[in-house]
């Protein structure tokens, strides 16, 4: 009989970060069936919401789900942006005191009239989901375990899956991470350092970006700014991560329709890359996954519970 393979789904090197995250969220959901049986107990994620910006919403909404569809407890709590910060922190207080909630994330940006540093910082570390807390970012940057931000080490997955499918590993490599934000450019540049890679974090003032691009075995773009990195910024063979989810207006012939972009001009960079992720379907998914993933670490942690494998 003749044996033949028939690649349903021949994705080249774009990376599919839509099927990694399902994945994990699969062995999550596992997680928590198995902690339901074990202790009677189900983890709880509360996101706090302020005002209307319309990403926002869409992204809480989608947070809200798949808590949900994992088998977790999920609130989400609206609040008009009239609220006072000083209302917003009384809430927060009565989440850190409440023993059934175990995670809880403040979606960003928050309405002008509030410290986002402020806010943060009220939360309880070990119910800081995101990992934005500076006990959480200062246990990143000296090595302990804490609670690591969701797309960075939803990118982190993305690029040592993208490596072992090469044979590869991190170790040794350029990274080159533009962008310098504490959500995504510091932390990325902690774990980069922690797989010894050789980082360099490049922002608005750096010279000759594009050199410093194309020094890059390891690229990861977060920066917010629509297709910035050019297809020959990419070194041939470069791994490439683009968290950057940026709405833009094309034409078409029924007139102008919005359509998500990265930071990254994609059809100019997958010629050179080894492996790139898209826009959608690639960092994206991964940054609700890795939420689940550290709720349920937060829950085990605050409850005793060994951590499962894998979280
Ligand atoms: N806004 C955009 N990304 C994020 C995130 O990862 N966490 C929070 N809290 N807000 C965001």
């Known amino acids: 009989m003749i044996a033949f393979h028939q690649k349903t789904a021949d994705r080249g090197n774009i990376i599919d970060g839509a099927g990694y995250a399902a994945a994990l969220r699969e062995r999550l959901a596992v997680h928590v069936a198995n902690l339901k049986a074990a202790h009677g107990l189900t983890p709880c994620l509360v996101v706090v919401i302020v005002g209307e910006d319309p990403a926002s919403q869409v ?27 000083e209302e917003l922190l009384r809430l927060i207080d009565e989440l850190n005191r409440d023993n059934d909630v175990n995670g809880i994330l403040v979606q960003l940006p928050l309405p002008k009239h509030m410290s986002s540093l402020k806010v943060i910082d009220a939360i309880n570390p070990d119910k800081d989901v995101d990992g934005f807390h500076v006990s959480n970012a200062g246990k990143l940057a000296v090595g302990l375990d804490g609670i690591v931000p969701c797309t960075p080490l939803g990118s982190l997955m993305l690029l040592k899956d993208a490596a072992k499918a090469h044979g590869d590993t991190l170790a040794g490599k350029n990274a080159v991470i533009v962008g310098r934000s504490n959500i995504v450019g510091k932390p990325m540049a902690q774990l980069l350092l922690a797989e010894d890679c050789t980082v360099t974090i490049a922002h608005s003032k750096t010279r000759d970006l594009a050199e410093v691009c194309r020094a890059a075995d390891i690229l990861v773009a977060a920066v917010g700014r629509p297709r910035f990195i050019a297809g020959d910024w990419v070194k041939d063979g470069a791994y490439v991560i683009d968290v950057g989810i940026n709405r833009i207006e094309v034409a078409t012939p029924d007139g102008p329709k ?32 890795c939420l689940l993933n550290n709720t349920i670490k937060a829950f085990c942690l605050q409850n005793h519970f060994p951590i499962p494998d894998g979280v």
């Open 59 to 85: 992204y809480v909404k989608s947070k809200g789900e798949m808590t949900l569809a994992i088998g977790m407890e999920s609130r989400t709590i609206r609040l008009p942006d009239t609220t006072s910060e």
């Open 258 to 289: 919005g359509k998500l972009v990265g930071d990254v001009d994609f059809d100019g960079a997958k010629v050179h890359a080894l492996a790139i992720t898209p826009v959608p379907k690639g960092v994206g998914p991964m940054t609700i996954a």
